[in-house]
């Protein structure tokens, strides 16, 4: 099973927003509407910050949204704040025995 | 909810190690668990599932027929069994919780800081 695509990075200015994309394929991203993103700070585990394409657990900020169009998931983050800089990364339930795939992640820079 | 990895270390190929997961702070026997891991500076790859009452079983083509999980729901404990270990299997590896409880699914929700494995010649 190959890792989802994810850009190496992104970056943006304080207050502006950044998106991030997440393509995989009709077996996984585009399959099920379970498209999870996690962040992950350097020397930290990750944390989930969307859960089914579309929802955020209890606690993180509404800046952060995400959606799916066909095999392409999205995350976007608005009003970018200095601690929004870390790695992101996207995963999607892709059936069988392959459970999980996670994407390649992308490293956001806030300028 | 905390969740805390140990049995990691360093262990020549072809050699086994054990990785214990001890759950609290939630009802362990109704979620699901995962391993995942990472390679330091690399992506994240998930590696093994177990349904909350061990009746399914997932792992990754990469660790297929080398891995074992397991869980002990009296013990509030996850394993992961590695056996035949490769220097491709070093990196650290974490257990998380399955966000919704049961055959749900939808994301992992807690994880613990992670257990180091090196599998070095």
């Known amino acids: 099973q190959s890792a989802l695509t994810q850009p190496p990075s992104a970056s943006g200015s304080p207050g502006q927003s950044v998106t991030i994309s997440c393509t995989g394929t009709?077996?996984?991203?585009?399959?099920?509407?379970?498209v999870s993103w996690y962040q992950q700070h350097p020397g930290k585990a990750p944390k989930l910050i969307i859960f089914d394409v579309t929802k955020r657990p209890s606690g993180v900020p509404d800046r952060f949204s995400g959606s799916k169009s066909g095999n392409t998931a999205s995350l976007t983050v608005s009003g970018l704040r200095a601690e929004d800089e870390s790695d992101y990364y996207c995963s999607a339930y892709a059936g069988g025995n392959n459970f999980y795939v996670f994407g390649s992640g992308t490293k956001v820079t806030v300028l | 909810v905390q969740l805390v990895e140990s049995g990691g270390g360093l262990v020549q190929p072809g050699r086994s190690l054990r990785l214990s997961c001890a759950a609290s702070?939630?009802?362990?026997?109704?979620?699901?668990m995962h391993w995942v891991r990472q390679v330091p500076g690399k992506g994240l790859e998930w590696v093994s599932h177990i349904s909350w009452n061990s009746a399914n079983i997932d792992y990754a083509d990469s660790v297929k027929g080398r891995f074992t999980i397991s869980r002990d729901n009296a013990k509030n404990s996850l394993f992961l069994q590695m056996n035949s270990l490769r220097a491709e299997d070093t990196a650290l590896y974490y257990c998380a919780k399955e966000l919704s409880g049961y055959d749900s699914l939808g994301g992992l929700d807690y994880w613990g800081q992670g257990t180091l494995v090196t599998v070095f010649s």
């Open positions: 702070g939630f009802t362990f026997d109704e979620y699901a």
């Open positions: 009709s077996s996984d991203v585009g399959a099920f509407n379970f």
